[in-house]
């Protein structure tokens, strides 16, 4: 890893990223894809292999490895700090009590989803890496779908206002509750060796360290109540900061997930005053290190890696798109939906993006230690390429649902008794 | 008339109104403060959204649909109310107006009308009470006497000038 990062890399960066979120808004898709792509474009990988001067014959131009940009800890910590408030944001509008409010429903349609979908995972992960650590972090990668890209389109599109979107949240709550229960284990599996028996001792700290937090999360409220306290967006900002960050890093430090103690440490703010304002301030700040974070991603990705995991990547779309399709339709029905707006719910579900890929990196993390070179590599290269296959895959079909609904639609309510009417609640 | 909340993790609340006809309005609260309205046309039809108004701007247009919101406007007339249905009014008189130029007399205003004109305000001047052979002019503001049905009768012989 290289060490330093001139102000000027840090512009191309941004500028970069920049002019793909512009491009993917004008073509309306989701911005994660091509961030993780402009990544790509300027890594060593593939702008670092362009022999400008034997192309153009000309001398005066740098050869392409001088111009491309190098992951420094600057951008290391940069997308570090992307995953801390991801989570931390996740915690933020976390609601235990809507959870608990509406278990029934949330619980039903959250587990049919993450049973068919982690299985799959599971089984597949298994089958191709023939490894329980490479199937239990395969299965998680699988399984999780993008909260921040379905929510958004949900709102883009307007099905925010339909019922759909009820079921749809409500597997995401879930799902977010799971991935950070999931997160605590996989990351002291990875750090402890792979062998569930040598990493007890990891997960003895980690789950320790999240009972702490639990008590600091249930005891603490008032303090955190106490701790922003103050009509200056200033202090707001820099002390939410350091709190999460300090805590993310000392859970670092200790060898448990930074994601997990950041989701908790939001969760310590879910239930004071200051949401909304956390929301507010804290939301560029968020958005500007996320994207530094899918900028690392690509940027460390080989392109060339992805030959070799072709098979997996296309394996997996085969298998994991109609396993959300089946689990989003069951949610749906779950919900008392008719057959085209539970057929919707699965057309949303399968957008996977942010947290397969923290899962990504944590299998890359553990290269040497959990995981030998060669499955972390490939496991992250499979994890880089499903999501931009599916990122787009899914924002594409929440796009043109009214066809297929139209093709599909017909199909279902000839083979079931006819619906109950939607139901509210 | 039933309302159906719902929450929607991570966006906001959804408030779902059920109007006459079947059609129902949805109003979507985000966190961040931001109202987005939707219309059904029924229960089981896809939403279609009507506008998006900021947190500040949703609470006011949320008064005026309470009827609750009042906010003095600039105009050339102040309504005084005598008793349950009767007001003293102050009228503009604009060159538009049909009355403009003829005597009190020959408008023949309160056979016409049944409104008493009690003053009439000239530049500095007041011409109380008002003979039947005072001229009305552009610019004068005259004061009258009315029931509502009449004082609204009047303004129709001003041409509308003065508000509703």
């Not at chain 1, 509406?102 to 979908?117: E, M, R, V």
Request: hydrophobic share 50%; with cysteine; glycine share 10%.
């Amino acid at each position: 890893m290289a060490t330093e990062t001139t102000l000027i890399d840090l512009g191309i960066l941004f500028a970069a990223v920049g002019l793909a979120g512009l491009l993917a808004n004008r073509i309306n898709q989701s911005v994660i894809p091509f961030y993780i792509v402009i990544g790509m474009i300027l890594s060593p990988y593939v702008l670092g292999r362009v022999d400008f001067p034997a192309l153009l014959g000309d001398g005066a131009i740098p050869h392409g490895s001088e111009l491309a940009l190098v992951e420094t800890d600057f951008i290391y910590v940069g997308a570090e700090l992307g995953i801390v408030l991801l989570l931390f944001f996740l915690g933020l509008e976390f609601n235990l009590d809507r959870l608990i409010a509406a278990k029934k429903k949330i619980g039903t349609a959250g587990t049919w989803d993450l049973g068919i979908n982690f299985g799959i995972g599971f089984a597949l992960g298994w089958l191709l890496f023939g490894e329980f650590l490479a199937a239990f972090l395969t299965a998680g990668i699988v399984y999780i779908s993008s909260s921040a890209i379905i929510t958004k389109s949900l709102i883009d599109l307007g099905w925010i206002a339909n019922d759909e979107s009820n079921p749809m949240l409500g597997t995401l709550v879930y799902e977010d509750l799971f991935i950070a229960v999931y997160l605590a284990i996989a990351s002291a599996l990875v750090f402890g060796g792979g062998d569930v028996g040598e990493a007890l001792g990891q997960i003895g700290i980690a789950v320790g360290f999240i009972l702490g937090l639990l008590l600091l999360v249930y005891f603490g409220t008032a303090w955190f109540q106490r701790s922003l306290e103050t009509d200056s967006h200033e202090f707001i900002v820099l002390r939410a900061l350091g709190i999460t960050v300090l805590v993310s890093g000392a859970a670092l430090a200790l060898g448990v997930s930074e994601a997990v103690a950041a989701f908790f440490v939001g969760m310590a703010f879910s239930s004071t005053d200051h949401v909304h304002d956390l929301e507010n301030l804290l939301e560029p700040v968020r958005d500007t290190f996320a994207a530094v974070f899918f900028f690392w991603i690509g940027m460390i990705t080989d392109p060339t890696l992805f030959y070799d995991v072709l098979w997996i990547i296309a394996a997996a779309v085969l298998f994991t798109t109609p396993t959300k399709l089946i689990s989003g339709y069951i949610g749906g029905r779950v919900y008392d939906l008719d057959e085209r707006r539970s057929l919707r719910v699965g057309l949303g579900m399968v957008t996977r993006g942010e947290f397969s890929l923290i899962i990504a990196s944590l299998a890359l993390a553990g290269a040497g230690t959990g995981l030998t070179e060669g499955v972390a590599n490939d496991l992250y290269a499979f994890a880089v390429g499903y999501v931009l296959f599916m990122s787009i895959l899914g924002t594409t079909l929440m796009q043109y649902s009214d066809r297929i609904e139209a093709a599909v639609v017909p199909v279902l309510e000839s083979r079931s008794e006819p619906s109950p009417q939607p139901g509210d609640d | 008339m039933t309302i159906y909340e719902s929450d929607l993790p991570g966006v906001g609340k959804k408030f779902e109104v059920e109007l006459e006809g079947g059609e129902r309005l949805v109003i979507v609260t985000h966190n961040t403060g931001k109202r987005e309205v939707y219309k059904k046309a029924d229960a089981d039809a896809d939403s279609e959204k009507l506008f998006e108004v900021s947190d500040r701007l949703a609470r006011k247009v949320g008064t005026i649909l309470e009827g609750a919101y009042f906010q003095p406007v600039q105009t050339d007339r102040v309504e005084t109310m005598l008793s349950d249905n009767t007001f003293i009014e102050w009228y503009g008189v604009t060159e538009a107006a049909e009355i403009a130029g003829q005597t009190i007399g020959d408008a023949r205003i309160r056979e016409r009308v049944g409104i008493s004109i009690i003053a009439v305000q000239r530049d500095d001047e007041l011409i109380t009470p008002p003979t039947p052979e005072t001229v009305i002019e552009p610019g004068d503001t005259l004061v009258v006497v009315g029931d509502r049905e009449d004082c609204t009768e009047f303004e129709k012989l001003l041409g509308d000038e003065s508000g509703a």
